[in-house]
């Protein structure tokens, strides 16, 4: 996934729920982060706390494994 985030934002990416626990890690930019519990939305009305990775503005290259 490429993904741009725009100046004076910060955008949380979480592991994509497939099927339960078939996503194991990221890697942005071709280095693997460590995840840690933040809120996410899982749609508009729905949020959860699940193993995700924030960022600032810039651009990335994100890939799951």
Do not use: H, W
């Not at 071709?30 to 995840?35: A, D, N, P, Q, T």
């Amino acid at each position: 996934m490429n993904l741009k985030v725009p100046e004076g934002c910060t955008a949380r990416i979480a592991l994509p729920r497939l099927s339960e626990g078939s996503m194991k890690n990221m890697l942005i930019n071709g280095e693997k982060v460590i995840l840690s519990d933040y809120e996410v939305g899982i749609c508009t009305i729905l949020r959860k706390t699940m193993p995700a990775f924030e960022i600032t503005q810039g651009d990335y290259l994100i890939t799951f494994e």
